[in-house]
């Protein structure tokens, strides 16, 4: 967290001189200096000699390291840009739940400018949404791998608006082929019927080629919209597609439909499910989780990827954005608490699997953060009365670790016969496919 401006209050100047000094021998112990050319002083209802006034002051940089760090480029409630996950750990780290070659991949398409880059941007790589209005349309197809960044392994595809599927060099079968899901996302604050009419015609080719390939359509840009319209647009855009699909025979076709906006959570509220469908441990997380929540007297668990804040499984009990908001901020809050206190000379990692955190509201509700691995940490909201049993919570949370891991265990077992079947054994000769035989 940084801030750059400081005003004093004082009713004369001797009290307002020690203020003063007090303000620089604190900005001092961290590296910041107050600036005389950007500071003033108001003197209000007094004479120059004494009196009512207002010292206004500003920090400003010193050439140094940790104002490079957390200065302009850190946002108060986000990660700092650079923030990364600490060194591998191959005992702890839960990542391998995919074999190399069957990664899943996220197409996201839509029309031009429906948003599709800044959600990209917004979810994996930090940017602001203020920032995305600076994003030049994208005029190839863009692939990124999310493997080295989030817990979740996959591949996003980020495709141009004016895409034209029918054109000789579009590989539909590489492109829907595999293990995926397709996002479609609409514009909402624009006339929709082209993009309706363009989903109807990728969902039928995509469909064609992978019948497996889910279908998520985002309803973007709703930040614009009032509570009525968002509700009247979702259900209009819902009925108009799907009765398109009747008509054309493929009613079996599922789509999804999220109203999604990237400045406020809901467009990582919507990843998250769209991610969440393509963990094959998703129903044995659950479990485990309502397990823990059922034995803690906690109210709501989620288990999230502490980078990209999509999180990969919660209880069985109904998600509320506003319990998942608090959740994801609380992860805002650590990072930048643990970044700035929770370095010391050696380390350079700010957060690791034995971070945690409790923090206590005002309305009697506690929250509860444990990191799980360096890429996951689950968060709880509960009641204060049940954090008096703290003891339990912390022994259960144990426990809960211990079987997430197995079920990981369990994954990379399978993975490695996986490769080692695949691969020809040294220990046996070559077999000769037309060769004599002895
Ligand atoms: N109000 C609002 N604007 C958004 C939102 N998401 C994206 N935008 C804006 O929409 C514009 C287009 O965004 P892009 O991400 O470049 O769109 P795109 O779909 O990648 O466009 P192409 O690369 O041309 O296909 C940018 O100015 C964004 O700031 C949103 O949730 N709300």
Redesign the pocket.
Known sequence: MYADDVVILSENHNELQEMLNAVTEYGRDFNVRLSKEKSQVLVVNGDDSDDDRIWMASFTPDEDKHFREYGPHCEIGSFPKDFVYGPDDPDQDLSLIFAPDQKPKILLM??????????Q??VFHKMT??E??F?????KIESENISNSSFVQFKIL?????IDFFEPSFDSEKIFGGHGALVF?I?A?DDYMEALNRLHQTVLRAHKVNPNLRFEVFI?????LSDDTKIETQRDIHQRANDELVDAGMEQIHLSFYL????DHS?FEAFSKVVQKLIPQLPTLENLLNLFISNSGIEKAFLFDVLSKIYIATDSSAVDMQSYELCCEMIDVVIDISDIYGKDEGTQVPFDKDSSSIIKLNNATVLYLREVSRYLALVCILREESFDKQGLIDYNFLCFRKAIQEVFDVRKVQLQQQLTTSLPSPLLPPTHTNGPTT
Do not use: A, C, M, W
């Open positions: 839509g029309l031009r400018r429906s948003g599709k880059s800044s959600i941007k917004v949404p203020n995305t209005l994003l030049e349309s994208t005029n980020d495709f141009p608006g004016q996302v514009d604050q973007h840009k709703v930040d614009g999604t906006s990237i400045y467009i």
